[in-house]
């Protein structure tokens, strides 16, 4: 028997987090730059159409729509320069104020959740005695590696859950400061809404499902507490049924964890986003 829960031992979360960090870390400054050179090159092709407009005699040029469009300049300077470094006098940077928070609900709910979830998966597994009837009793035999399949699909959900959000949330913000930078671009700036949506659609998979892995620890726990222990193939029909009923609804209900998600944030991961200024 291993000293701690595999979970502790492989420990995804850990290993899942400095390996997108460290890709975060390579790929995310060159893209800020990149971004801030394609915020000057937008801001001096707008203003050169605004002054051809303003010199040609357009109607619709005003002094309160220059201020407007140098307002929405700055804006989209500041929103990529501060992509991740955070402005004098705040606490967080642009990403930092979704991390900071999502991380904040993470802790509450704890990482222990997890681990709770796989060690109540061991604690039922160890209800039943394997059984040995031999080849010609295959009923008991395949009934019960259904079960131990069924354990092993509710563990990789478990990690599924919210390592999934984890990584979708990298991905995404390896693009968020050159779609920002469209923010100015009055055809365009539906690309910078979009990642903002989508980008917080992932920073709340993995809260949703440490919120559902906590509610359903507590279901799972409960069947084991009524099962007794060294339940052997007499028993199969009626205790191994129910916990097998036990663990199909926690994997029937993990799709909850996207669409609640996708409810809150106006759409999945890949739809387009609301615009409130359209």
């Known amino acids: 028997m291993p000293p701690a829960p595999l979970i502790t031992l492989i420990d995804p979360y850990g290993t899942i987090n400095r390996a997108l960090q460290t890709m975060l870390d390579v790929i995310v400054p060159g893209m800020e730059t990149a971004a801030q050179t394609l915020v000057l090159i937008l801001i001096g ?24 469009r140098l307002a929405a300049f700055e804006a989209a300077w500041v929103l990529v320069r501060y992509y991740r470094t955070v402005p004098p006098g705040f606490s967080y940077s642009l990403l930092g104020t979704i991390d900071g928070t999502m991380r904040d609900w ?9 681990e709770d979830m796989w060690k109540n998966c061991d604690l039922l597994v160890g209800r039943f005695v394997a059984p040995t009837g031999g080849i ?14 069924l354990v092993s699909i509710v563990k990789a959900l478990v990690i599924y859950t919210t390592a999934y959000g984890f990584i979708g949330q990298a ?10 930078a469209f923010a100015i671009v009055p055809k365009l700036n539906q690309l910078s809404w979009n990642w903002f949506w989508t980008y917080l659609n992932y920073s709340m998979l993995p809260v949703m499902g440490m919120a559902y892995i906590f509610v359903m620890t507590r279901y799972v726990g ?28 926690f994997i029937l209900c993990v799709p ?10 106006g759409g999945t991961g ?7 200024f359209r």
Do not use: K
């Open 171 to 180: 991905l995404t913000r390896i693009w968020g400061a050159p779609f920002l």
């Open 222 to 249: 409960q069947a084991v507490s009524v099962i007794p222990p060294g339940v052997t193939e007499a028993g199969y029909y009626t205790y191994l049924g129910e916990a097998m009923m036990v663990l199909i609804t």
């Open 270 to 276: 890949a739809a387009p986003g609301m615009n409130p």
């Open 106 to 114: 993470m802790v509450l709910l704890g990482r222990g959740t997890v």
């Open 136 to 149: 010609w009793e295959l009923l008991p035999v395949l009934y019960y590696f259904t079960f131990i399949a």
């Open 256 to 265: 909850l964890v996207r669409q609640v998600t996708a409810a809150l944030t």
């Open 45 to 68: 092709i707008m203003m050169a159409h605004f002054f051809y407009r303003m010199m040609f005699g357009d109607q619709h040029i005003t002094m309160y729509a220059a201020l407007q």
